[in-house]
């Protein structure tokens, strides 16, 4: 995913920068500017617009962020990153099968659902949108 977070952590540590000024200063819809702030997809221009702008290289406005895997509480509203060190628990209790090990981890965790995000963040976001969590 690509993601203005590196965008984001600039706007913030330059005190005299807002959001709104992607619509005053910079000249974006009110739309084009949310969807910079939430990480939806834009074009190409938005970026170079920014870029120039803000005399910004490409790297400070965006990033590329792969997706990993994490285990969701919806109720609990927390996203449990399935690293090597959940996996060797799967390891360790014999599993190989890909769902059963999914289960596995859902149950020891006391998680609803696994979801592919970038992050914690974006992880319970789509939880959040999810209609079907594990009964």
């Not at 221009?45 to 803000?54: F, G, L, M």
């Not at 400070?60 to 895997?69: A, N």
């Amino acid at each position: 995913m690509i993601s203005f977070r590196p965008f984001r952590q600039w706007l913030v540590a330059n005190p005299k920068r807002k959001q709104s000024d992607l619509v005053r200063e910079v000249g974006l819809h009110p739309r084009t500017a949310n969807k910079v702030w939430n990480d939806e997809n834009v074009n190409l221009e938005t970026v170079n617009r920014i870029c120039e702008y803000y005399s910004l290289r490409v790297e400070q406005v965006i990033e590329y962020l792969e997706d990993q895997r994490f285990a969701v509480d919806i109720e609990n509203k927390k996203a449990y990153l399935i690293d090597e060190g959940i996996q060797s628990l799967v390891d360790a209790e014999g599993i190989y099968d890909g769902e059963e090990a999914d289960r596995f981890i859902l149950d020891q965790l006391n998680a609803d659902l696994i979801i592919e995000a970038p992050d914690e963040e974006k992880a319970l976001e789509i939880a959040q949108k999810t209609k079907n969590p594990r009964e």
